[in-house]
């Protein structure tokens, strides 16, 4: 085994109801996989099961090139940001950093350089101080992010990292998600349910339905399998789309429609929000 | 473990949590003592079983405290959703429960740090302040082991933070059942049994003998064999059943 992720025939039962079954992939290093699917698809489990909070029920896996059965050498190599993650109110978002980095064996020296430098990536290095429960979702889903970086890890499992967070907060999110892989090289799974930020940001996919992987491969290799194309899209300038459409209509090619970027709602609302 | 015990520690003093129970625990206290030195019905008690009292009160209620703390431990950060980023770390769950556990306890320590002006004040006019002081801080801390260890393991399994803090509650009641039995129930050998194999109920009478009734603090040991018993059973099985079963949604299986 020697891809970042590697999993053979999980699965994961609860009595008879059986979570997530036969699922089987690999993730190389610094690549970032988007686990898609629906609600109860299985994604959190899965996420659970790889990064050794769950026990498989049967199958084997490795994170980091480590065998599921070392799970404590597992968790001192990936950074896991769980699904509706709590935060200790009372604490402020450094001291919540430095304690996580101590819990990993770090010196007190150390924790409060890394918490320095994690809350600077995150854009939290304004508010080191303040209390978590003064923080907006963002800041706390960005503070959870920080969190799962402490121990450098090797794999990172961001699991609905954009859940609840508004139009400039997700794209915020999914720029820090990148990073991630592109800076410290690190294999990022980000589980979520939101198209779009695949698309935007992930290199390959893995669709779960049901509990079961239904689809494993880059974003194109995956719509391709899943239907023919019915249109395509070609990209001109904004001053010559009228002359693009007049030198196509000459041409006899039917027009399925036309518009311009940039002026879609979440463009206006990103352009206007971040501007006040 | 240490890292764990330092943060427990600080989150329950620097988060205010023990500051307000230590306050209010206090409050009590100096309720209590007013009574004993001022109300005309009970000044009609001997001045060995004022001590008594105050001393009794301030190891029930100081182990509650530890009670209470113990119970929230596990459950608690479960129903916070902080569970997960530690089961995470590398930190394992016996180090886990044992920083929780002595987290829980220094709310014991703290208290009867708390209590030591009332009893010496109480007890500096018939020369009992060492002996009353000694055996207060070994029953209580027998005690408050025994129900902290109680509260972490319920709360190991506690699926929520409410029924962590009722089932204690509830426990720690049901000890407290005998002392309300009318005296002639508590007499013979089945009363007797019943008295020593409580742990509340044998320290209680412990602290009795030797506050009130002026026995040496070695004559009657055979009632601390309960509470020493169960304060290193509970212990142990606090640490081994939380090394073993904390997960993530509570229950005994996961």
New interface residues.
Partial sequence: MSAAVEARGVEKRYGSLVAVADLSFEADAGEILGVLGPNGAGKTTAI?VL?????PTRGTFAVAGIPHTRA?EI??R?G?L?E?????E??TGDEYLR??A????RSRAGARAVAAVLLDEVGLADRPRSLISTYSRGMRQRLGIA?ALVNEPQVVFLDEPTLGLDPAGQRQMLAIVRRIAQERGATVLLSTHLLAEVEETCTRVLILNRGRAVALGTVAEVAARAAAPRAARLSVPAADKERALRALAAADVTILGAELEGARLSDAFLAMTEAA | MR??TV?ELR?LW???RGLVLTFAFSLLLSVVAYLVATNRGLNFLEHRETVNLLLQVAIAVGALLALLAAADSISGERE???L?????????RLELTLGKLLGALSLWLVAFLVAIPYVWFLARGVGLTGDALLTGAVVGTLLAVFLASLGVLISVFARSNRVSLSLSLLLLLALFVPTQLPSNAQQGWAGDLLLRANPLTAGEHYVGKVVTNGHAWTADLSWLVSPLLCAAVFAVAALAVGARYIR?GGGAT?
């Fill in positions: 659970r990064t050794t909070i769950l026990a404590a968790r001192r990936i896991v769980p509706s993650a709590g935060y200790p009372h604490q304690y996580h101590r819990l990993y064996g969190r | 890292v764990v943060q989150d620097l988060g205010g916070r959703g902080t997960e980023s530690l089961l995470l770390t590398p930190v394992s993530l996961g």
